[in-house]
């Protein structure tokens, strides 16, 4: 197959939308990349225009996604890049997604700490209204993932 392959550095746009469903999870997120570039005339760095990209994930991904990633963070995600064109009231609209393989946390503006997983907290990737009393948002990874030994 003629995939077309992509890595992009951005910041998470979207809080991660994660479902549960009879043929396996799947979550998904807008991301927004905004390159920079040197302005020689005004002697300093600008920003290009956003482009936002929707990106997509499944399984074991998916899950955790939705116990990693939030809003504002930035990423660097790696998938399948797919276009799509459908017309919507009577003007044509273009969706760019990304079939994620890889997603990280981009190291370059912060740390993180890694932690191997057997499976997640099922608390960890119920939907908002479900979590456990007290707990909103997103959970400390020591109290959200079982290490392995």
């Known amino acids: 197959m003629n995939d077309t392959w992509v890595t ?12 549960e469903a009879a043929t396996g999870a ?3 997120f807008r991301m927004a990349v905004t390159p ?3 302005d020689r005339e005004k002697q300093a760095w600008a920003d290009g225009h956003t482009s936002f990209y ?20 930035p990423l660097v995600v790696h998938g399948r890049l797919k276009v ?15 079939e994620a393989v890889a997603v990280g946390h981009d190291l370059t503006r912060g ?8 499976r997640a907290d099922p ?6 209204g479900r979590r456990e009393p007290g707990r909103t948002g997103r959970q400390e990874p ?4 079982a290490p392995v030994s």
């Open 26 to 28: 799947t979550a998904r």
């Open 54 to 73: 929707t990106v997509w994930a499944w399984r074991t991904l998916a899950a955790n996604l939705a116990g990693s990633v939030s809003v504002g963070e």
């Open 36 to 38: 920079r570039r040197w």
């Open 84 to 98: 799509r064109e459908e017309q919507r009231e009577g003007t044509w609209r273009t969706s760019v997604d990304v």
């Open 8 to 19: 992009l550095v951005g910041n998470a746009a979207t809080p991660v939308d994660f479902r």
């Open 123 to 128: 608390s960890l990737t119920a939907p908002q």
């Open 111 to 118: 740390t993180a700490a890694f932690r191997r997983v057997l």
């Open 142 to 145: 020591a109290t959200a993932l």
